[in-house]
């Protein structure tokens, strides 16, 4: 089994920047993606950026493109959301999820394992 911890989310005024990490741990050759998705209440899970475990290809959401970086972290088994000129409707609880298949895909319901997610809030 795959877990994923969350860490780095906070409280930033508009405008600023952020940088949430996703460490993964266990079988973690399992995993062929990674992603980040964001969730507020009474919503669906909106998927922000993804990266392939292997390659580390990338994809990211319209929503926030030129804004958020995915990447992998300088320690091993670790992904970095990097998020700049951070707006209000960024607020949000971000959960790291991960799949087995090869596949960037957007759907949160393709991902079995997720963390426990952190939360992030953009207000002056």
């Known amino acids: 089994q795959v877990q994923l911890v969350e860490s780095g989310g906070g409280l930033v005024q508009p405008g600023g920047s952020l940088s949430v990490s996703c460490a993964a741990s266990?079988?973690?050759?399992?995993?062929?993606?990674l992603a980040w998705f964001r969730q507020t209440p009474g919503k669906e899970r909106e998927f922000v950026a993804g990266?392939?475990?292997?390659?580390?290809?990338?994809r990211v959401a319209d929503s926030v493109r030129g804004r958020f970086t995915i990447s992998r972290g300088s320690t091993k088994n670790v992904i970095n959301l990097q998020m700049n000129a951070l707006n209000p409707d960024d607020t949000a609880a971000y959960f790291c999820?991960?799949?087995?298949?090869?596949?960037?895909?957007?759907?949160?319901?393709?991902?079995?394992?997720w963390g426990q997610g952190t939360q992030v809030t953009v207000s002056s």
């Open positions: 990266i392939l475990w292997s390659d580390s290809r990338t």
């Open positions: 266990g079988r973690t050759f399992n995993i062929g993606a």
């Open positions: 999820a991960a799949r087995r298949l090869r596949d960037l895909t957007s759907s949160a319901s393709d991902y079995g394992v």
